[in-house]
């Protein structure tokens, strides 16, 4: 720039840009003691037809029920049954299973990706418990404890995990990337936070349709940050949409940390408040906090009071996938230094405080969990792994695209499987 520049004025402050970095890096101890974590019972529970803007300290503070003494406590307290408690344990122990034995088979050369959501099984587990089996989720790759909840086959998603001969998907996506809709899951999108504009949309039509069922979006932190969570966000509000619209915050994009998606300056849940949309902050890592939240913002939902967005606050304590190694950009110590502890250890001490579990009790549902998950990977492994993935089906690769196949695929095609016969 010249110095005869207009524009360079040359005694006035310099601009300065902040770029976010996280607090610890690889090597640091991580130190969670400045946090602020309220304590359970406190928050408190506005009625389902509140105004948005009355949900406003929600969006700060952050739904606990789950004491440090195992009990439940305060105005959120879903005061559900001892059954329904082990069903929620069980059904996210399986979930911490799976995802230890298909993280493995990945190792094992058996498939080429996998992702855990472990520390986070509480998250999709108890959302499922709290909306009705005919609802329906846009979930991401995260919440396979949706799935596991409404009791879709384990050895179904195996061979979805392994692309064998048992995937109903035929192999066109990527593992894990789940698809059924008699168990209200939509097929998931690899692409960032197009979960949410697809429920706002569907549930637009549910109304429109003059139906029952609402819908539940699902993003993580990271993806707040794509332009289809506003877009989402602005129609949920403008036609008071039936929708449920969760963020899962567990701190990490990959390797982003969630202050590059706005996180030092606001939470995700007050985002909610300039939409005109109801906000919950919630810990994640409490499964009767979770569920009391997702009931409430369903009931809102159902009752024509609009949409909701639930915050889950939580960690993810493992990598991002597969092909991720957290080492190389946080503290490996981080996550057992994370305060909020794990969802299953916290809910199996509130049953134990109950008198309605025991270590006996978990170490034999937990080894039929085990037998069960065992079990569906041996029938799923005889449909197919990867190394058996020939090319002697290549053409099943042209299938299911076109009704009639267009003469220049079909040319491919027949090329394609004379090569292979070579
Ligand atoms: C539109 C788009 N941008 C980037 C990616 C690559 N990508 C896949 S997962 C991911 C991180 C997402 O983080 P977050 O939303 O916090 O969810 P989490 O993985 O933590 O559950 C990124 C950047 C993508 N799949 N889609
Ligand atoms: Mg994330």
Not at 376 to 405: C, H, N, R, W
Request: with cysteine; hydrophobic share 40%.
């Amino acid at each position: 720039m010249s110095q005869k520049d207009p524009n360079l004025r040359r005694n006035a402050p310099k601009l300065e840009l902040h770029v976010p970095e996280p607090a610890f890096r690889p090597g640091d101890t991580p130190d969670f003691s400045g946090l602020n974590i309220p304590r359970a019972g406190t928050a408190p529970r506005p009625d389902t037809s509140a105004p948005a803007t009355e949900t406003y300290p929600l969006t700060t503070a952050l739904v606990r029920v789950l004491g440090d003494d195992h009990r439940a406590v305060g105005p959120w307290d879903p005061k559900l049954d001892a059954d329904t408690l082990r069903t929620m344990l069980r059904d996210m122990v399986t979930v911490r299973i799976f995802d230890d034995r298909m993280y493995r088979a990945q190792r094992q050369g058996k498939t080429s990706f996998y992702m855990k959501c472990a520390g986070e099984e509480a998250i999709a587990v108890a959302a499922a418990a709290a909306l009705g089996r005919e609802d329906m989720h846009f979930p991401t790759y995260r919440q396979q404890g949706l799935l596991i909840a409404r009791g879709y086959p384990l050895t179904e998603m195996m061979c979805q995990i392994y692309s064998n001969k048992g995937d109903k998907l035929k192999g066109r996506q990527l593992p894990i990337m789940y698809s059924d809709k008699a168990h209200g899951f939509f097929s998931i999108s690899g692409n960032l936070a197009t979960q949410f504009p697809q429920a706002v949309g569907w549930a637009m039509a549910s109304a429109i349709k003059g139906d029952s069922r609402i819908a539940m979006g699902w993003v993580g932190d990271g993806a707040t940050a794509e332009g289809d969570f506003h877009s989402a966000m602005t129609f949920a509000a403008v036609y008071n949409v039936p929708v449920v619209l969760a963020a899962v915050n567990n701190q990490w994009a990959i390797s982003s940390f969630s202050g590059i998606a706005g996180a030092e300056r606001a939470t995700f849940a007050q985002r909610a408040i300039g939409y005109g949309i109801a906000g919950v902050r919630v810990d994640g890592n409490d499964a009767l906090a979770v569920y009391a939240a997702v009931k409430w913002a369903a009931e809102r939902a159902r009752s024509g009071h609009g949409p909701t967005l639930i915050e889950f606050f939580t960690y993810r304590a493992e990598g991002h996938s597969t092909s991720d190694d957290p080492s190389g950009y946080r503290p490996a110590s981080e996550a057992k230094a994370w305060p909020l502890g794990d969802p299953i250890e916290r809910l199996k001490a509130h049953l134990v405080a109950l008198g309605e579990w025991d270590d006996d009790r978990h170490a034999a549902m937990a080894a039929q969990a085990d037998a069960e998950v065992r079990a569906a990977q041996k029938e799923s492994e005889k449909l197919g792994i990867l190394p058996q993935q020939g090319k002697d089906d290549i053409e099943s690769m042209f299938d299911d695209v076109y009704a009639d196949v267009p003469w220049n695929l079909a040319e491919q095609r027949d090329q394609a499987v004379a090569e292979a016969r070579d």
